[in-house]
């Protein structure tokens, strides 16, 4: 304080000056901490629509591109390893194609077993065959002595016996061998539900196992063990909120973009819309969106692209909508009708 002159006061000197200089370094801390605000080019396109639905009335829906047969997911009716794998993704397929096998031994072995018994059957159809042609010709001759006394009863019906004996054998002989046969048909049942086949004729769009693995039908988990469908043509799934689903019109066709590429725009064509209005599964991740709404899905078919759409991507879509008059029209042709 020695340093300080005697009439030196702290609040009405140093006290502003401290505070001048705090200000001057917020500032200073401020101005260096703004965040850019320099205008740059959007990192991925709007969707808009062009040609005709450029100016017209239209309704906007986002979608996924799916297969036209929609994806279909193989299983297997059989548990067992997995010793045979004969598709990879990209591979397109004919209906009943083999995709995959799992382990046969122990059908092959049932089925091994099954034509034992089959040729043991045969074989005591043949032995009771022979008894029962050698009873019944044992029995004729004793009926055909004329003599009562040659023969004694007892004889007679000690053949009989025999005879019927060699009966009941070929029966059940036949009926073992109904049984085998039935047991190897089953086998070779069974030996050809080990081989899954395509269902349809298409792409493989998903392989998830692999040679080893064992498999269950009982599932295990949600991924599938293989997935394909009809990707010629390819399909896309529209999702239109439900306030907007009356001013859609049904039966144009609907200008469709690539998500992230609005300039290569293509003409889709319609195929149905789905009857049932659903809760909103397919989401685009945009900050408003909203998912607490109910769609109605449009499927619209795709041109050939070369490649510019693929099973799964994400799309945006533009449909013309219903103009004022086409009420007015379907009301006019109600009352004609009428």
Do not use: C
Not at 4 to 27: D, M, T
Not at 44 to 63: H, M, W
Not at 304 to 322: H, M, N, S, W, Y
């Amino acid at each position: 304080m020695a340093l300080l002159p005697e009439n030196f006061s702290f609040s009405r000197k140093a006290l502003p000056v401290i505070a001048v200089i705090g200000l001057v370094l917020a500032v200073i801390f401020i101005w260096n901490g703004l965040p850019d605000r320099q205008l740059e080019e959007p990192e991925r396109e709007p969707p808009r629509a062009t040609g005709d639905l450029a100016n017209a009335a239209r309704v906007a829906g986002a979608g996924v591109v799916e297969p036209s047969s929609e994806t279909i997911q193989i299983g297997t009716a059989l548990s067992g390893l997995v010793t045979d794998l004969r598709v990879q993704p990209g591979d397109f397929v004919e209906k009943g194609q083999p995709l995959f096998t799992v382990d046969t031994r122990a059908i092959r072995a049932q089925l091994q077993q099954a034509n034992a018994s089959i040729g043991e059957a045969r074989a005591t159809i043949a032995e009771a065959q022979t008894a029962q042609a050698t009873a019944s010709r044992q029995l004729a001759l004793y009926r055909n002595v004329d003599d009562p006394a040659a023969v004694s009863q007892s004889e007679v019906i000690r053949a009989e016996g025999e005879a019927s004996a060699a009966r009941t054998r070929l029966q059940l002989a036949r009926a073992r061998l109904d049984a085998a046969q039935a047991l190897a048909g089953s086998a070779r049942t069974e030996l050809g539900r080990a081989t899954v086949r395509a269902p349809i004729a298409g792409e493989i769009l998903a392989v998830n196992i692999r040679p080893g693995e064992f498999l269950s039908t009982m599932g295990g988990g949600s991924t599938p063990f293989i997935e394909m469908g009809e990707t010629r043509p390819l399909h896309i799934r529209v999702d239109i909120d439900e306030e907007q689903a009356p001013r859609v019109a049904m039966g144009e066709p609907a200008i469709v973009s690539p998500r992230g590429a609005a300039d290569r725009q293509v003409e889709a064509t319609f195929v149905r819309a789905e009857p049932l209005v659903v809760p909103k599964r397919s989401l685009t991740n945009s900050a408003s969106e909203r998912v607490d709404v109910r769609v109605l899905q449009v499927i619209y078919q795709l041109p050939e692209t070369d490649g510019l759409f693929r099973v799964g991507q994400q799309i945006d879509a533009f449909i013309p909508a219903k103009t004022n008059s086409e009420p007015a029209k379907a009301s006019s042709q109600a009352e004609q009708g009428e």
